[in-house]
């Protein structure tokens, strides 16, 4: 059994004891945080996943017909809480270990000292089959990337700076590597581009130029400052420039 219960500001599990079914939980909570512009999910999905992986094996003792419920809600900004819960009988969560064993051969699970490692905060219900955690991801800029009428749409979750530029770098290149010409991108979240990121857009640029197919460079719902940016480094004659009113700058 697998059913999902997806509401404003929550989305809820609830599953049969197979660990085949961890990999979709994990999947379709991916798929619904984009709505939230957090893409930087190793840690986060590596809490979901011992949470889950705890119920069924040490919760529901593996018993394929027990269900777990899982429910991961979003709660301010990019802060949400995680809470499953199985069908066992709990266990005595006050003598839970929460340390990773500095012993790498140590036997001992890692399970819950890894939770507590990525997580803000763990909890457990009185009866210890209740596990709730909560997590928050950092503010660092993302960058989404869509397909529309031929175009690939890149849009910055935010400032686009040095601190983000080798990730902005690797990821116009492998676009360039899949042989695409056309690329928009949407400035609406940036307010604030640096020069480091800057010689990134005009690499980009120059290195489109290789190419057999001409290619188109737009970039839209720039603010005032960021358009004055482009026309000041005359990235204004490589990219069409368009504010966040849609007026095109020449």
């Not at 266990?91 to 803000?120: C, M, W």
Request: net charge negative; hydrophobic share 40%.
């Amino acid at each position: 059994m697998f059913n999902v219960n997806e509401e404003r500001e929550s989305i809820t599990f609830r599953l049969t004891s197979e660990m085949r079914l961890v990999d979709r939980v994990v999947r379709d909570v991916a798929e619904y945080l984009k709505q939230y512009d957090v893409f930087e999910l190793a840690n986060f999905n590596m809490v979901l996943r011992e949470l889950l992986n705890n119920a069924i094996e040490h919760g529901n003792k593996n018993v394929v017909e027990r269900l777990v419920t899982c429910c991961v809600e979003h709660l301010q900004n990019t802060r949400f809480k995680i809470t499953v819960e199985d069908e066992g009988s709990g266990f005595d969560h006050k003598k839970v270990d929460l340390t990773i064993p500095q012993d790498p051969l140590e036997p001992r699970s890692r399970g819950y000292g890894l939770i507590n490692a990525f997580a803000d905060e763990i909890g457990f219900n009185k009866a210890g089959n209740q596990v709730t955690a909560y997590f928050h991801f950092t503010s660092e800029t993302g960058f989404k990337i869509t397909e529309e009428d031929g175009w690939q749409v890149i849009s910055p979750t935010g400032d686009v700076t040095s601190s983000v530029v080798d990730k902005f770098r690797t990821l116009l290149i492998s676009l360039i590597d899949k042989g695409h010409t056309r690329y928009r991108f949407d400035l609406i979240k940036v307010e604030d581009i640096d020069s480091v990121s800057l010689s990134v857009f005009i690499l980009f640029a120059k290195m489109l130029t290789k190419q057999k197919t001409p290619a188109e460079l737009v970039i839209v719902n720039a603010n005032r400052d960021l358009v004055n940016l482009f026309q000041m480094t005359r990235l204004n004659k490589a990219y069409r420039v368009m504010t966040s009113t849609g007026k095109h700058n020449p």
